[in-house]
């Protein structure tokens, strides 16, 4: 039988309660893609976008880009890089070109296991709902294979796991308290979700990089940056790895009665229409969209200390999913934790967001206008917020040392480390 590309679909929203309600629907012809929202919602809720979506019941049709022909709200639960082999590989499997899968196709194939509170039905008659319990070491292992080209057998549950975002192989997972062995790819009650992050040698860090994001969590903890709750757990030695990186899902609520919830999570990518395979974001236009969407300046002040923090530290893959926003059942926003943060240096020294128009090597006046951005009421507050980073960050051979990263890691990353911090200081902080 020949594919048909989905023309509906029903977008729904997990509450932090449990409940699911309506949002509305999606449909899709040859002039594009239409979004209307549910009176009922309109009526008990609030906008999921409130830059690019209208509050309203009209018939609201996505941009071309830079979303794949979707609102960015929507978009936001597509995968991408890691995802999307997978997706593909299913794709295949049934005898349908990637090509001729449309971006509503794949939402229907995410179905609920998108990050946030969107779900989306009817889901794909491709996606495989066997037996949702498995050893961790086994989706591992699997992951790196294909990561890897080694294999092109997909586990089942992986391609369960794995719809979530980002170019490293990954898989959300769920079990209860520390016995994570086997875990789920489907929550039952008592279960906690996390996201676990698998390795390759193929990896700029390679099977160190789980190692040196903790690392970076730590000081970024240290900070008062918000960060996820992480912990490592042991891999198996054919992989390659001593530990894999899992972080607690921050979208993922658990009420007294045992039953799991979510927070709706709207990417900057989304929220913006910021292209983040390309440099389209700033981080003075972060901090105002944070102030004007969270309604508060402390939240602004946050997003500068975390714009610092990245240019000390050469986190420079800052692009625009990975700074996301979380909105409360009441309509409330917040600044999600602090996420993907890590050594990443570009080829060029230049950061995915810029610093008010520069990319590498902020001169001071870029900096202060960051900091008058976010509010501060004089220059004076935010130097000193700088210095305190400088002085934070300055621990991360010993932070990483207690975490037994081998010492030419930890040499390699103190050296970039000292080099932004000096360049600061001599612009005059």
Same mark, same amino acid.
């Given at each position: ?83 999307? %082999? ?303 980073? %400088? ?39």
């Amino acid at each position: 039988m020949a594919f048909k590309p989905i023309q509906k679909l029903e977008v729904f929203r997990t509450l932090s309660s449990a409940e699911k309600v309506f949002v509305g629907l999606l449909a899709q012809n040859r002039q594009g893609v239409f979004f209307q929202y549910d009176q009922t919602y309109l009526r008990r809720f609030d906008n999921l976008s409130p830059f690019n979506i209208k509050f309203d019941a009209s018939l609201q049709r996505a941009p071309r880009t830079p979303h794949e022909g979707l609102h960015g709200a929507f978009a936001d639960a597509l995968p991408d890089g890691w995802g999307l %082999i997978l997706q593909n590989r299913v794709f295949r499997r049934h005898g349908i070109l990637p090509a001729n899968v449309t971006a509503m196709d794949r939402l229907a194939f995410v179905g609920d296991s998108a990050l946030g509170a969107l779900s989306f039905s009817p889901t794909s008659d491709y996606m495989d709902n066997s037996d949702a319990e498995i050893g961790l070491d086994t989706l591992g292992l699997n992951a790196q294979a294909i990561f890897d080209g080694q294999t092109d057998e997909v586990l089942n549950q992986l391609i369960a796991a794995g719809s979530s975002g980002g170019a490293r192989p990954k898989a959300q997972i769920y079990f209860n308290g520390d016995d994570y062995s086997p875990c789920r790819t489907k929550p039952v009650a008592t279960d906690d979700a996390w996201l676990v992050k698998f390795t390759s040698a193929n990896l700029s860090l390679g099977h160190e990089e789980g190692l040196c994001e903790a690392a970076y969590l730590t000081l970024a903890n240290r900070a008062g940056l918000n960060t996820p709750e992480w912990k490592l757990m042991n891999a198996p030695q054919r992989s390659g790895a001593r530990q894999w990186l899992a972080l607690r899902r921050f979208d993922y609520t658990k009420n007294a009665e045992g039953s799991s919830g979510r927070r709706h999570m709207h990417s900057a990518c989304g929220l913006l229409d910021a292209d983040f395979r390309t440099p389209s974001l700033d981080y003075d236009d972060l901090i105002k969209a944070t102030k004007i969407l969270c309604k508060s300046p402390a939240a602004g002040q946050l997003q500068f200390k975390r714009a610092i923090f990245n240019l000390l530290m050469c986190n420079q893959d800052d692009h625009s999913k990975n700074w996301a926003f979380l909105q409360h059942d009441n309509g409330e926003w917040e600044p999600a934790p602090f996420y993907d943060v890590t050594f990443s240096p570009n080829a060029f020294g230049e950061h995915a967001t810029s610093f008010a128009g520069f990319g590498k090597q902020p001169p001071l006046k870029a900096l202060q206008k960051l900091a008058d951005s976010a509010g501060f009421a004089r220059w004076s507050i935010a130097k000193n917020i700088i210095r305190e980073l %400088i002085e934070t960050v300055a621990d991360f051979d010993r932070v990483a040392s207690d975490l037994e990263i081998q010492p030419q890691t930890i040499a390699l990353i103190t050296q970039q480390i000292k080099a932004s911090c000096e360049y600061v200081r001599k612009v005059g902080v």
